[in-house]
């Protein structure tokens, strides 16, 4: 990295890797939620101080309101009453939008709990967010509880790093991470940008 901060390594390696990998995509977008709170409501409380976490990711995948099929969706679920609050994050704008796989970065080894600790956070609010949104949906009848899993990555230097959390009940986990290759994030946001 040669002496950048972390804004510099974000600026010229992330960002363009995690843009290469949406290359073709209308419907997927990167979006920075670098000064983006997550909703209080959504946000893990410590039991021993009953104080809110509250940390930040530095990117997060969107469907972008520029397609016509996603603002169709985007509206239709504002006006299925949850109003304009779709998204995690307090921001006026994506707040009425989905954020999905929460990307953390640093720009060396030396921040790595911290990155788990705001991934963690930000995964955790995702899921959260979805688990409202489908009771929302189906009102009166019984909602399961378990969710679709959510990616999230960490990029510490040169190393990506991918976790998977999920929600069965009231319980939240991860799958251990494992060091991943640019290819396998842009295959997978290939998926995503195709369906």
């Known amino acids: 990295m040669y002496g950048k901060d972390e804004i510099a390594w974000c600026l010229d390696v992330v960002q363009p890797v995690l843009n290469c990998s949406l290359k073709g995509s209308r419907r997927l977008q990167l979006t920075s939620v670098q000064s983006q709170l997550i909703d209080a409501e959504l946000l893990s409380t410590m039991k021993s101080s009953l104080m809110c976490i509250s940390k930040k990711a530095d990117y997060a995948y ?19 009453g949850n109003g304009y609050q779709i998204g995690h994050t307090t921001d006026a704008f994506n707040k009425r939008t989905i954020l999905f796989s929460g990307i953390e970065v640093k720009p060396d080894d030396e921040g790595k709990k911290e990155v788990l600790a705001q991934l963690s956070i930000r995964l955790n609010a995702t899921l959260e967010k979805m688990r409202r949104l489908q009771v929302l949906a189906k009102g009166s009848q019984p909602v399961p509880m378990n969710l679709l899993p959510t990616v999230g990555l960490t990029v510490i230097g040169h190393d990506w790093y991918t976790y998977i959390a999920y ?29």
């Open 62 to 80: 969107s469907f972008s309101c520029r397609d016509a099929e996603v603002s169709h969706l985007y509206q239709h679920i504002s006006f299925g």
């Open 167 to 195: 929600r069965l009940e009231d319980e939240m986990g991860s799958v251990a991470s494992s060091q991943s290759c640019v290819h396998v994030l842009m295959r997978y946001c290939s998926t995503l940008s195709a369906q």
